[in-house]
């Protein structure tokens, strides 16, 4: 028997109040019960049945005095957890995170937003820093600007035989939720501008519908006062704007238009991005006030676009990526005298030498190597007349055309300054290999003789999935360190900036022993940006303005 419980136990140390099992004579019980022994006698009999009273009397009161200390516990343990509650208050209120001013805990909460916030449709993600404390949400929602950049849905309308359309309960009930979330988000972004987009290819519903003809809209017009970015995507009916001014809008992307007239109501418009749209085709523009086009998608384009061009007099920023072009070489050229940024795709080559720019600085070439169309040899001099003014050049996903080619095309201008490759991420056929940085051209900049001697901003920008770094991208990088580091005998500037950023493949750890290389006024000479698996997005050309 465990001698511990011969002795007794303390309920109470203040009252000394305590239980005592009285166990001595029974300390051969055991070995008894376990034998095949009987009592003999009855007097033993009545022994054992008068001990098992008092034994039982023993476990009644082991029972109550067990009930009483439980209740004390549960009783102790709730004030603890009340005394918990109050320290956790206190020390928030003492926590030196609230001496942090109102506009820094709203810089930090910038750096909290998910992702994808302004990508994805409103209400998929939650901004965790809105959830810590209702002070930190307060701060969040008097923020306005995150909740002033709306994502809708945008889909087709789903049809019958007969052609009408089918409303389903699950569209009923999403669009229900949907214009509860356009009201939150138009509520907390007070008078903010607004910037409304719209999502294609949502899978939120189980079927199809008309986006232009939804109340959503309704609901987006009522605030048309503070509409200062729009982007729609047309049926084939077109989308109905309001008949009324949208006087403070200022940029509009249109997707896919394809016949009849849009009439836009914008007078203050000065961005208009047309995706699969015809210029022709959207009437209301004020040309001359634009400082920014994008025309850009499968459609032809054609004499009627060309001649929309000669209104736009104050054109800063003209991207024409159309895959098909129908210019003819007798047309009048096109004067555009305050245009600085021009970015050329595909078949739109055949434009550069009708167009007149004598302030252009910024020249941007995107023409993806494929089977449908590649550049040539044959197709350098009609860049030759826009190129050569320029100091500044970007040749987008055209990292897999020869060296040859792009050092004819770098060789244009006079002074070139900046140099960038910039390939957007996509998943190339597997015909084509590509490197970290465009190993033959970097070995032109290196030479001696180097190419385009002026240059002090080069950088190469490679979303590609399948790359990794070798040895050779290595040695490279370290050779336009050293060799445009200095001074050329011949005048050639001193490189300041040379900029990588390959997110699907991290530069090497074991040669950052040799990155930290400084220019003038103190700045590193090599930037490496660490933003692993981040996607490259195609170039916003706005961003020239």
């Known amino acids: 028997m465990d001698t511990e419980l011969l002795n007794p136990a303390s309920l109470c140390l203040k009252c000394l109040h305590s239980f005592k099992s009285d166990l001595d004579d029974f300390s051969d019980l055991k070995s008894r019960a376990r034998s095949s022994y009987v009592p003999s006698t009855l007097a033993e009999t009545d022994r054992l049945q008068s001990r098992l009273s008092q034994v039982q009397h023993s476990i009644s009161k082991c029972d109550q005095e067990i009930l009483l200390l439980e209740s004390a516990v549960r009783s102790l343990r709730q004030h603890r957890r009340a005394n918990e509650k109050v320290e956790t208050n206190l020390k928030a209120l003492l926590a030196p995170i609230r001496k942090i001013p109102v506009e820094i805990l709203a810089h930090i909460a910038t750096y909290t937003l998910p992702n994808r916030w302004f990508k994805n449709m409103i209400g998929v993600h939650a901004w965790t820093f809105t959830q810590v404390c209702h002070s930190w949400r307060e701060v969040t929602i008097a923020m306005r600007w995150p909740w002033a950049r709306v994502m809708i849905p945008c889909r087709t309308a789903t049809c019958s035989m007969s052609g009408e359309v089918i409303d389903e309960p699950g569209d009923r009930q999403f669009e229900a939720g949907l214009m509860d979330m356009f009201s939150t988000y138009m509520q907390r972004s007070g008078h903010h501008p607004l910037t409304i987009q719209t999502l294609s290819d949502s899978k939120s519903w189980e079927s199809d519908w008309e986006n232009s003809s939804q109340p959503i809209w309704t609901e987006v017009w009522k605030h048309a006062d503070r509409l200062r970015a729009l982007e729609v995507r047309c049926s ?253 005998t011949d005048g050639g500037a001193v490189l300041a900036r040379l900029a990588i950023w390959t997110p699907f493949a991290d530069f090497p750890a074991p040669c950052e022993g040799w990155i930290s290389a400084y220019g003038r006024e103190g700045r590193q000479r090599l930037e490496i940006t660490r933003c692993q698996g981040v996607i490259v997005e195609p170039l916003e050309i706005s961003s020239f303005l």
């Open 236 to 488: 084939d009916e077109g989308f109905p704007f309001p008949s009324n001014s949208l006087s403070v809008l200022q940029r509009l992307t249109i997707h896919g238009y394809m016949g009849g007239t849009l009439r836009v109501n914008a007078p203050n418009l000065c961005v208009l991005d047309l995706n699969d749209t015809k210029m022709t085709d959207v009437t209301n523009v004020r040309w001359t006030n634009l400082r920014a086009l994008e025309v850009h998608g499968f459609d032809e384009f054609w004499g009627d676009d060309y001649e929309a061009l000669r209104y736009c007099m104050r054109l800063e920023v003209l991207s024409l990526t159309d895959d098909v072009a129908n210019i003819h070489d007798d047309w009048e050229p096109i004067h555009l005298p305050a245009l600085r940024t021009l970015d050329i795709g595909r078949a739109m080559i055949t434009i550069c030498p009708h167009i007149d720019a004598p302030s252009l600085k910024n020249f941007v070439l995107n023409i993806p190597y494929s089977g449908d169309f590649r550049m040539h040899d044959d197709d350098i001099p009609l860049l030759a007349s826009l190129l050569l003014p320029v100091t500044s050049l970007t040749l987008r996903n055209m990292c897999d055309y020869h060296t040859d080619l792009l050092q004819c095309i770098i060789s244009i201008p006079r002074c070139l300054e900046r140099l960038h490759m910039r390939q957007e991420t996509f998943l190339p056929p597997p015909a084509v290999s590509l490197q970290a940085v465009h190993r033959g051209l970097c070995v032109e900049l290196v030479k001696s003789n180097a190419l385009a001697p002026h240059l002090v901003d080069i950088g190469f920008i490679n979303g590609a999935k399948n790359i990794r770094w070798e040895s050779e991208d290595i040695a490279l990088v370290r050779g336009l360190l050293e060799s445009r580091g200095i001074a050329a």
